[in-house]
């Protein structure tokens, strides 16, 4: 389970279930446990205002850079 975090104010994006080794690159809307974001749009965007992503189809593209996570990977 990870915690993504604005990389601007450290604040709470979700809580996601990231199966795999690897960047994250995209979030899977269903692997999404818990959502705190703010959605504008096709947009993803923190409390403060930053960009995190844009939703496409069924995943949200990740804008590097952008955030922070924490957390641990699960191996399948």
Avoid: P
């Avoid at 504008?40 to 955030?67: A, H, Y």
């Amino acid at each position: 389970m990870l915690t993504v975090k604005c990389a601007k104010c450290n604040g709470k994006i979700f809580r996601y279930h990231k199966i795999g080794k690897g960047r994250l690159l995209r979030c899977w809307l269903d692997r999404i446990i818990k959502d705190y974001s703010v959605r504008d749009g096709d947009e993803v965007r923190c409390r403060c205002g930053s960009l995190i992503g844009t939703v496409e189809g069924k995943s949200v593209k990740m804008k590097q850079n952008s955030f922070t996570y924490s957390g641990t990977k699960t191996s399948k």
